[in-house]
């Protein structure tokens, strides 16, 4: 049975051991990414996968992100050409998921790619997670350690609150660096399917966009990564029973950047829309972010925070 509240351990040997040892008695871990904070399985085993959409509630057409510890596992999975291997050798380890053709004999389970002929594939730039996937000797599956369709979590207390009674242990290493999700591209079409800390302008020959209506990628769901309460974009000044969330010369109840620094905004948007799920107003506003850099990638996640849920 697993218990209420989720043991909590900080980073360390432990820790490390501990959450090896669940993964591979197939159970779900939470685990730090310089992105935001995964749940993760062994993306091999077809019944630890099947843990991650139950513990998150998440639809089972929605792939997922296989994460690895160098390129050599990479390769194991998926098949890469000389573009592939070019952004790996430049953005990897780091926040760029590559949307890659399975290779013969890939081991991941059909349940990570949702039936799709091709893989999701990052190797994370963080302690916690490369240690996790060494001590366990496994690839890992792991999308965002929260209920699905919620607000990704960037501290290990995030995780508890979202997933108390559905998952074992979460590793804490405290907050995320980065706070958003990684970027997402397919190197074969040349198409960023999801923005992310990886900007366009760091891929020349990219052009954005997912095909309309189709999942071939994570976070490409219409609403996601949203508040329970309701959340009104390019707010000038809060209404009525709004908590504002401002950025640059607009002050609120909190702020994403003071100084109107994309990089900060980015670190805190998730953190920022916990603490005003958690205010006693009954709305969400947020001031003007920028459409360039970093900027397109927390619009991106703003609108779909702000999109109502079906």
Not at 98 to 104: Q, R, S, Y
Not at 126 to 137: E, F, K, P, T, W
Not at 215 to 237: F, M, N, W
Request: aromatic share 4%; with cysteine.
């Amino acid at each position: 049975m697993t218990p209420a509240n989720p043991r909590i351990l900080p980073y360390g040997e432990a820790a490390l051991g501990d959450a090896a040892a669940l993964i591979r008695a197939r159970q779900c871990v939470a685990v730090p990414t310089e992105t935001v904070y995964g749940l993760a399985a062994d993306a091999t085993d077809s019944d630890a996968v099947a843990g991650i959409y139950a513990a998150k509630g998440r639809p089972s057409f929605n792939p997922l992100i296989v994460h690895v510890a160098d390129i050599a596992q990479a390769q194991t999975i998926a098949r890469f050409d000389e573009e592939a291997l070019a952004l790996a050798a430049r953005f990897w380890p780091g926040p760029l998921t590559m949307v890659l053709p399975l290779a013969e004999g890939s081991p991941v389970a059909s349940l990570v790619t949702a039936g799709l002929p091709t893989v999701a594939l990052r190797m994370p730039d963080h302690r916690a997670m490369q240690g996790l996937i060494r001590a366990s000797g496994r690839p890992l599956a792991a999308p965002s350690a929260n209920a699905s369709g919620g607000i990704s979590p960037t501290r290990a207390a995030h995780v508890a609150a979202s997933l108390a009674g559905r998952i074992p242990l979460v590793i804490d290493d405290g907050a995320t660096s980065a706070g958003i999700e990684s970027t997402i591209v397919e190197p074969g079409t040349r198409r960023i399917l999801r923005p992310g800390p990886i900007t366009a302008e760091q891929l020349p020959g990219y052009g954005s966009g997912a095909t309309p209506g189709a999942i071939t990628a994570p976070g490409q769901l219409a609403s996601h990564y949203a508040p329970a309460k309701p959340v009104r974009l390019d707010a000038e000044r809060a209404g009525a029973g709004e908590w504002l969330i401002g950025f640059g010369a607009i002050a609120g109840d909190d702020t994403l950047s003071a100084a109107g620094d994309l990089r900060e905004a980015a670190a805190r948007l998730f953190d920022a829309l916990h603490r005003a799920d958690a205010s006693d107003r009954s709305g969400i506003a947020v001031a003007p972010v920028p459409s360039h850099g970093l900027g397109l990638a927390i619009r991106d996640r703003l609108a779909r925070a702000a999109h109502p849920r079906t």
